[in-house]
């Protein structure tokens, strides 16, 4: 079966980013405050799977093997048939 | 003695660390390809800076997912010699072979600069030609150069001696100001469990020689080979 996945990544709670900051920073300058400001990355994938549980397990091991650095990122994985 | 230095799309440091390698230090020196793998037996393997698959996804995050580096492991785990230095050091985190991770300056650019270090263990394969303490100058050259763990990592590192470089105020003061990226500690020198292998931001190959205004990073490279020599 085939089975569109996204993969969210996000810094985990407590880390520093400064991307966000900066970003922050700028939208201020446009006249925009921001209380809160946190960047994510979202993958988005098609790929086959022998059912839904299948192709969750497949993307939480894409995220452990490479799409995630687990020293700073937490994921989620949410699939759509 | 034969040290490699392996080459990765996008590595734009390789020449110079061979360079040093052959003509400044004197050492038999490979250029390998990752493609192509170790294909022998070396005495030490350099992972040059650079810019491996344009850094895509996280630096080092791809390049420390290729076979080589999984020679690189092995060899490794023999008790072979592994230089990791700036996108060397990131794809060594990547791949698990030292502990926490260098990512995002914290304030987001690239800084290409000379800085301070002190170095804060000389037990180790890489350093036992400086004095502990020793403050040396070195260029960093890095937009992900924050190196990153936990506490329990850090704590763990201090405990073990695994700390090798702080970013430092010439006379050896650890200071904020002195933290040109951010990093936990100020650390950006790092040893592997074994103690064989390092990973440092800056760059040792873009001082060892006096033409470049600092000699400091070549007692790096001559520690290695004096190591190598002495383990016979």
Known sequence: ?81 | MRFAVVRFGGSNCDLDAAHVLSHVCGVDTDLRWYKEGLGRNYDAVVIPGGFSYGDYLRAGAIAARTPVMEEILRHAKDGGLVLGICNGAQIAAESGLVSGTFTLNAYPKFICRPVHLRVENTATPFTSLYREGEVIQLPIAHKEGRYMADAEVLSALNREKRVVFRFSEPDGRITEEANPNGSAENITGVLGKGGNFLAMMPHPERASEGVLGSEDGKKIFLSMIRYIEMMG
Do not use: W
């Open chain 1, 1 to 81: 079966m085939d089975f569109d996945v996204e993969v969210r990544i996000t810094l985990k709670p407590g880390i520093l980013d400064p991307e966000a900051r900066a970003i922050q920073h700028a939208l201020a300058d446009l006249g925009f405050p921001t209380r809160r400001l946190s960047t994510a990355r979202i993958f988005s994938l098609s790929m086959e799977a022998q059912d839904r549980a299948g192709a969750e397990e497949k993307a939480r091991q894409m995220c452990e093997r490479l799409l995630a650095n687990p020293v700073i990122h937490r994921y989620e994985v949410e699939v759509r048939e």
